[in-house]
């Protein structure tokens, strides 16, 4: 059984920083693109990052470029997401995703595991 696993979310302050990590388990995503997406109550699930399957070519929302870095390690089957200079509109539920299909990184509907969710939240 496919399973993604996100944590390291929870409560910090504006200016602060955060590690999201992914596990994954029940079958090998090395040769498959990732991503991070993130969805405010009340609003849509929005594209935070992708990272292709060696982890060269990296994707950003212009709202966390410069702030977030992504990355994986093929050898533990696992993604992150490193959080800095966080900001209180940074606060939402962040999910990753592996993607099998075609199409963008950015849409929400090409990818096909997700995991459920960590809660992020920050305080000004």
């Known amino acids: 059984q496919v399973q993604l696993v996100e944590s390291g979310g929870g409560l910090v302050q504006a200016g602060g920083s955060l590690r999201l990590s992914c596990a994954a388990s029940?079958?090998?995503?090395?040769?498959?693109?990732m991503g991070w997406f993130r969805q405010a109550p009340g609003k849509e699930r929005e594209f935070v990052a992708a990272i292709s399957t060696s982890g060269y070519n990296t994707y950003y929302a212009d709202s966390v470029k410069g702030r977030f870095t992504i990355s994986r390690d093929n050898a533990k089957n696992t993604m992150y997401l490193q959080m800095t200079n966080l900001k209180p509109e940074d606060t939402a539920v962040y999910y990753c995703?592996?993607?099998?299909?075609?199409?963008?990184?950015?849409?929400?509907?090409?990818?096909?595991?997700w995991g459920q969710g960590t809660q992020v939240t920050v305080s000004s």
């Open positions: 029940g079958r090998t995503f090395s040769r498959d693109p």
């Open positions: 995703a592996v993607k099998l299909r075609g199409g963008n990184y950015y849409s929400y509907h090409n990818y096909d595991y």
